[in-house]
Nanobody
């Protein structure tokens, strides 16, 4: 069974870059036509798909976040990483990584437990 685990700082200062890593076990991020995705949920709001990296290394981003988002991977560690630059308090959310078959949270079938990130000085 696929398992995903997010890691990274829980507190980031405004204007800094948020960096989170997802470690995958039970499957390789380089095989199968999956989208290894990042999704967040701000307090009191719905799920927001942020972006994904495909098995071939191609990346896909939400238009609203594209200018600040970068997703990369380390195939030797079976990990993929989210970087979100120039963060503001509005980026405070629970961030989750997921295995998806499409570019929508509804198409995600395995999720990490999520990690809370607060943007505050």
């Amino acid at each position: 069974q696929v398992q995903l685990q997010e890691s990274g700082p829980g507190l980031v200062k405004p204007s800094q870059t948020l960096s989170l890593t997802c470690t995958v076990s039970g499957d390789s991020i380089t095989t199968r036509a999956y989208y290894w995705s990042w999704i967040r949920q701000p307090p009191g709001k719905g799920l927001e798909w942020m972006g994904a990296i495909g098995y071939s290394g191609s990346t896909y981003y939400s238009p609203s976040l594209k200018s600040r988002t970068s997703i990369s991977r380390d195939t030797s560690k079976n990990q993929f990483t989210l970087q979100l630059s120039s963060v503001t308090p509005e980026d405070t959310a629970r961030y989750s990584c997921a295995l998806c078959v499409g570019l929508d949270p509804k198409e995600c079938y395995y999720w990490g437990q999520g990690t809370q990130v607060t943007v505050s000085s």
